[in-house]
């Protein structure tokens, strides 16, 4: 009992003292935009005895937790760089939770401050949201800093309802918006349409745009009068960072990095130093008949070398004359070497019951790439007065790739699993894209009810692909040694593949915007009455030209004992170009086209108590056309001219209805179109030139535009700055899409053409779905997840062969085959957990990426289209910040998912050779392409 009493007295002295501690909690807020002050530091020190201070930073939440305080009177200081430092005393517990609300300490330039302060924010990109009366999602400056991605492309694939086509590196290329192909999609800078440098379409490539410059990137689902109409899946604004609100910023940061495949198996590098810009026909006229000497062979010559990524970026703003003026600079620079591997079939089907697939050829590669991203802008902004302002943006965007191919081909002889025929490929493709973008704007308060802004811009995209060159073998493959043996330098197979090519095109973009609104107060419920127009004028040109070899001198000579690289190949000197004065005209592919839109539209905005509509129609009126000439061609096909025009009408309606505080429901409707592209019209018959696919493409010029309507509803709750809960669901109906398809015959009786596909229109599709997207955030933890579930269905014709002798009628039958649209995914989803330590500074993301099976590529045989199996791409980021320093690793692609195409049909002859292939009784695997895990390590400084 002695000794139990002393510790029953010490416990029910600690039980009393801990009884009297307590903990200060509470929350600090920016008072003019509600946003969470995250790292702000909060103080607290006794008044009075015992002497205590601590100190305690603001979570992702704007919270912040003082543990272990006895029971007293405090002084709290709140402070943040930038803001007045704010004071007041408290007494414990009594004053619990505690809401702070600081101020920015510059108030010189009032409304440019305020609304800059909240640039690029989480915050800032809930508020948009909200304020929005159309469905939209928008991805912070903030967000994307601290995630993995390093271009625009991938960040698109982490809002919710957008999934994205892959370039042949593996790499994020395009947006599909719920499930509408890259061709439904509109990209703006700024608010502004850009050109595509695409050679083929008008949609623009996201990759070549680094991530670091935007300052948000804004997804629009439903549109509203004053946007432009072109935008039947979404519109993706890339808003660039602009200059400081006050004071001075720099910032900087570099990386380096590797892919691990190519530790695994080297990069394989080529000289590009003597490829010449221009063909033979270019540099020394049309009358000149090009010979062997004319083409550099050095490319051929591989050299297996160790690589790494290596990528910088710097930016300097800073508010000059009185904080009036304000300066923008950015540099980004991007060197990555990107390795891939994957094989893939060329699939038709057999003429007997089901009609089971026939593998006709194999093709397996390896592909490595060196990409070179260079991007520089500035953003110059003038505030003349409190009334008007101007400012200005330049913009230069470059993505160079030079890739290496080495791959053989196996033409059928799947009966045999070894001594058959191969037909090594070399090829070396060499491609520079260039946006150049330079817009002025005016914004300009007329008076106190009436408000005006103006754009002129002028953009330039230009891609240039310089001597393409293939060189084909054939060889003999060994089982054994899972290898080629016996290379010779060619064969009656190989000749006309052996070739070089040129084609380059240009769009010029000459813009002219001009916006005004009216503040009304004379008309019951009516808020606003905006209205403006547009004018664009769009001319492309194009040029092709390729040429073929013959067949070489010493075809039967062998690799490795006669010859070793493609300059020991011989040619005849002054014939061993097929075509020495060079093709082109006869594809068709030397074009010039143009396409004008002028627009002109009227908006209105009611405030009907808690219920806001939005109303306009927008009119476009589009000429297009295109001239092809043919003078100087070698067959004389006649010169080619056509134009056309047409007129369209856009409603757009959008009812917001404020449900209770910070919920909103929302509900729109809008009239879209889907132009063709320049190419899509040329009547130009395009070779496939040894590429991924295995027909040849041909211009329609009967195609027509797409138009849609489109229905979303939407609920919309924040319950603070920071966290969301969207729920919504969308309708889409598609008049005359616009998909890939071949050419179809009436006669049952003929075969149908199903060696080169071509855009069609197809009736009408739907599209409909639902979207799910939730953001919450605690003190050092937060959660991002959306989900999309998209079904669309379109009707086609297909191909049924039946099992009858040739050339019997009905042999061949054609029949309506029901399917989503290319691109869709049924299922897409991504998720993000977070991390971020603010006293110690350390920030951790995860992220995975879901995108469900769905319609890669469209066959011309009923029940053969290649599906993508689902693919789930796992990256991560890790920082620790040292003052203003922080060092980070970021890592992609973590699970190595590889990217297969598979069609669910089985494989005829299922016991024949076939690689690759895991059930070839249920299904055939079509293509498998796999990328690797890259990792990155690297420092930012900020000031």
Same mark, same amino acid.
């Given at each position: 009992m002695q000794q139990i009493l002393p510790l029953l007295t010490f416990l029910f002295i600690t039980s009393v003292s801990l009884a009297q501690e307590h903990t200060f909690f509470g929350r600090v807020l920016d008072k003019h935009t509600d946003e969470f002050m995250t790292g702000a530091t909060v103080s607290l020190r006794s008044i009075g005895e015992p002497s205590l201070e601590k100190h305690v930073a603001v979570g992702l939440d704007g919270t912040f937790r003082v543990a272990g305080l006895p029971i007293g009177r405090y002084a709290v200081t709140v402070s943040l760089m930038g803001y007045n430092t704010f004071t007041e005393s408290v007494i414990l517990p009594q004053d619990l939770p505690k809401l702070f609300i600081i101020e920015r300490n510059n108030h010189a330039i009032e409304s440019v401050s305020i609304s800059a302060r909240a640039r690029g924010t989480d915050a800032d990109a809930r508020r948009l949201e909200r304020l929005s009366p159309n469905v939209i999602n928008i991805i912070s400056a903030k967000q994307i800093e601290l995630s993995p991605d390093i271009t625009v492309a991938n960040v698109v694939q982490r809002v919710s309802g957008l999934s994205i086509e892959r370039n042949?590196?593996?790499?994020?290329q395009y947006a599909v918006v719920r499930g509408m192909n890259k061709r439904y999609n509109n990209t703006l800078m700024n608010g502004i349409k850009i050109p595509s440098p695409d050679n083929d379409n008008r949609f623009v490539p996201l990759d070549i745009f680094p991530a670091v410059f935007l300052e948000r990137l804004t997804v629009?689902?439903?549109?509203?009068?004053?946007?432009?109409?072109?935008? $039947?899946?979404?519109?993706?604004?890339?808003?660039?960072?602009?200059?400081?609100s006050a004071g001075r910023i720099f910032e900087f940061d570099v990386q380096t990095g590797a892919n691990v495949m190519n530790f695994d198996d080297e990069f394989i590098a080529y000289d590009r130093s003597d490829v010449y810009k221009r063909a033979p026909a270019e540099r020394y006229g049309p009358n000149y008949e090009a010979?062997?000497?004319?083409?550099?062979?050095?490319?051929?010559?591989?050299?297996?070398?160790?690589?790494?990524?290596?990528?910088?970026?710097?930016s300097y703003g800073e508010r000059f004359w009185g904080d009036k003026f304000g300066v923008l600079l950015g540099a980004s620079y991007q060197a990555s070497y990107r390795p891939n591997e994957n094989y893939f079939y060329d699939p038709t089907i057999l003429a007997s019951e089901g009609n089971p697939l026939r593998m006709n050829q194999l093709i397996e590669r390896r592909t490595s790439t060196e990409q070179q991203r260079m991007a520089f802008h500035a953003n110059l902004d003038y505030v003349m007065d409190a009334r008007n302002n101007i400012s200005m943006y330049a913009g230069r965007y470059h993505l160079n790739e030079f890739r290496n191919r080495e791959q053989h081909l196996q033409e059928g002889q799947?009966?045999?699993?070894?001594?058959?025929?191969?037909?090594?490929?070399?090829? $070396?493709?060499?491609?520079?894209?260039?946006?150049?973008?330079?817009?002025?704007?005016?914004?300009?308060?007329?008076?106190?009810?009436?408000?005006?802004?103006?754009k002129g811009v002028y953009s330039v995209a230009m891609n240039e692909l310089p001597d393409d060159a293939i060189f084909m073998r054939t060889a003999i493959w060994d089982a054994e040694s899972n290898s080629i043996v016996e290379e010779r330098a060619g064969s009656s197979r190989t000749g006309a593949h052996n070739s070089r090519w040129w084609e380059r095109n240009r769009d010029n973009d000459l813009?002219?915007?001009?916006?005004?609104?009216?503040?009304?107060?004379?008309?019951?419920?009516?808020?606003? $009455?905006?209205?403006?127009?547009?004018?664009?004028?769009?001319?492309?040109?194009?040029?092709?030209?390729?040429?073929?070899?013959?067949?070489?001198?010493?075809?039967?000579?062998?690799?490795?004992?006669?010859?070793?690289?493609?300059?020991?190949?011989?040619?005849?000197?002054?014939?061993g170009i097929a075509n020495g004065y060079g093709d082109g005209n006869e594809s068709n592919l030397i074009y010039d086209a143009d396409e004008t839109v002028i627009a002109y539209y009227t908006n209105t905005q009611w405030n009907l108590s808690r219920l806001q509509v939005q109303a306009g129609l927008r009119a476009e009126h589009t000429e297009q056309g295109y001239y092809v000439d043919n003078s100087s061609s070698l067959i004389g096909t006649p010169d080619i001219d056509d134009r056309q025009r047409y007129m369209n009408l856009f409603p757009s309606v959008s009812l917001k209805y404020a449900l209770y505080e910070n919920a909103w429901l929302k509900s729109t409707y809008y009239k879209g179109i889907s132009r063709p592209g320049f190419y899509e019209i040329v009547p130009t018959n395009r070779r496939d030139g040894g590429g991924d696919s295995f027909y040849n493409e041909r211009g329609n010029p009967d195609l027509r535009p797409?138009?849609?309507?489109?229905?979303? *509803?939407?609920?919309?709750?924040?319950?603070?700055?920071?966290?969301?809960i969207l729920a919504g669901v969308f309708y889409k109906r598609l008049i005359d899409p616009i998909?890939?398809?071949?050419?179809? *015959?009436?006669?049952?009786?003929?075969?149908?053409? $199903?060696?080169?596909?071509?855009?069609?229109?197809?009736?009408?599709?739907?599209?409909?779905?639902?979207?799910?997207?939730?953001?919450?955030?605690?003190?050092?933890?937060?959660?991002?997840?959306?989900?999309?579930?998209?079904?669309?269905?379109?009707?086609?014709?297909?191909?049924?062969?039946?099992?009858?002798?040739?050339?019997?009628?009905?042999?061949?039958?054609?029949?309506?085959e029901e399917r989503p649209l290319q691109g869709q995914s049924a299922h897409v989803g991504n998720i993000a957990l977070l991390y971020k330590n603010i006293s110690r500074q350390w920030d951790a993301q995860?992220?995975?990426?879901?995108?469900?099976?769905?319609?890669? *590529?469209v066959s011309p045989y009923e029940g053969t289209d290649q599906y993508m199996t689902p693919m789930a791409v796992l990256d991560f980021s890790l920082e620790k910040g040292f003052g203003k320093t922080v060092v980070f690793l970021k890592a992609n692609n973590l699970l190595n998912t590889p990217y297969q195409l598979i069609i669910d049909k089985p494989i005829g002859f299922a016991d024949d050779h076939y690689r690759h292939q895991d059930d070839p009784t249920r299904r055939g695997n079509i293509r498998r392409d796999l990328y690797g895990e890259s990792f990155r390590i690297g420092v930012r400084y900020k000031l």
């Open positions: 042949a590196n593996g790499d994020p629009s689902k439903s549109l509203s009068a004053d946007m432009e109409a072109d935008a $039947i899946g979404g519109t993706i604004d890339m808003i660039m960072k602009a200059a400081p010979v062997p000497g004319d083409f550099p062979t050095t490319q051929f010559d591989p050299a297996k070398k160790l690589v790494a990524d290596i990528l910088a970026s710097a799947f009966t045999t699993p070894t001594g058959f025929a191969v037909y090594p490929m070399t090829r $070396i493709t060499n491609t520079y894209q260039t946006i150049s973008v330079a817009n002025l704007n005016g914004k300009h308060q007329l008076s106190d009810a009436w408000k005006l802004d103006w813009a002219f915007y001009l916006n005004s609104a009216y503040q009304v107060d004379n008309i019951p419920f009516l808020d606003n $009455i905006q209205f403006g127009g547009m004018y664009r004028s769009k001319e492309r040109n194009n040029n092709m030209i390729y040429y073929n070899y013959t067949m070489p001198l010493n075809a039967a000579a062998i690799r490795g004992v006669d010859w070793m690289y493609f300059s020991d190949v011989q040619f005849d000197r002054d014939f797409t138009i849609a309507h489109n229905f979303d *509803v939407r609920y919309e709750l924040f319950p603070n700055a920071l966290d969301q998909e890939y398809g071949f050419p179809m *015959v009436q006669q049952a009786d003929e075969r149908p053409s $199903i060696g080169r596909i071509l855009p069609q229109n197809f009736g009408t599709a739907t599209n409909f779905g639902m979207e799910l997207d939730y953001t919450k955030y605690f003190r050092k933890f937060g959660i991002r997840a959306n989900y999309t579930y998209t079904n669309s269905s379109i009707t086609t014709n297909k191909i049924i062969e039946h099992d009858l002798p040739v050339n019997t009628a009905g042999k061949y039958e054609l029949v309506d995860l992220v995975l990426n879901y995108t469900g099976k769905r319609l890669a *590529v």
